[in-house]
């Protein structure tokens, strides 16, 4: 149980960072420190653990939703009916599995999502930085080039 409240907690968290991320008045600076705080390698690896770990719940919820299945039918299949703490019990065993298989599901879900936003914002920035040091780059070149060119001038004036 302690699992699924850890879960609903970490999907809480991951709709406040998505939500942190994608509004359009959150300055961009805080969005480029919270991608590149992401990318850290400890973190990173945590987040694949969490990962991991929200995906083994999302199978095992998954596969308590069926054998529950398996159980439904089995008992339609009884001919005796069932007593009223038998109904109960089946029904709190129902909305369980089915509460644990939607919030491991959306977690799941959401974390692939945010993964793949921060990993393209990172990549984004990353192309950014590229291009900015080629510009510089170029810039240097055609600065030293035209210094060249006026040196060479110089040397043909004093000719």
């Known amino acids: 149980m302690v699992l699924y409240y850890l879960t609903c907690g970490f999907l809480i968290f991951l709709l406040l960072f998505l939500s942190l991320i ?10 480029k420190k919270i991608v590149k705080l992401c990318s850290l390698p400890t973190i990173s690896l945590a987040l694949k653990i969490i990962f991991i770990a929200i995906g083994l719940l999302f199978f095992e919820a998954s596969y308590s939703l069926y054998k529950f299945e398996t159980r439904n039918k089995i008992m339609k299949q009884q001919e005796v009916p069932p007593s009223q703490d038998t109904r109960n019990e ?23 999502i945010t993964w793949r936003i921060v990993s393209l ?12 040091r080629k510009l510089e780059r170029d810039s240097l070149t055609s600065e030293s080039e035209k210094e060249e060119k006026e040196t060479k001038k110089e040397i043909k004036k004093e000719k």
């Open 22 to 31: 994608l509004l359009p008045f959150v300055s961009p600076l805080l969005v």
């Open 90 to 112: 089946f029904l709190r065993f129902r909305f369980r599995a089915q509460r644990n298989f939607y919030l491991s599901e959306m977690t799941f879900i959401i974390m692939i």
């Open 121 to 132: 914002l990172n990549s984004h920035e990353t192309k950014l930085a590229n291009e900015k």
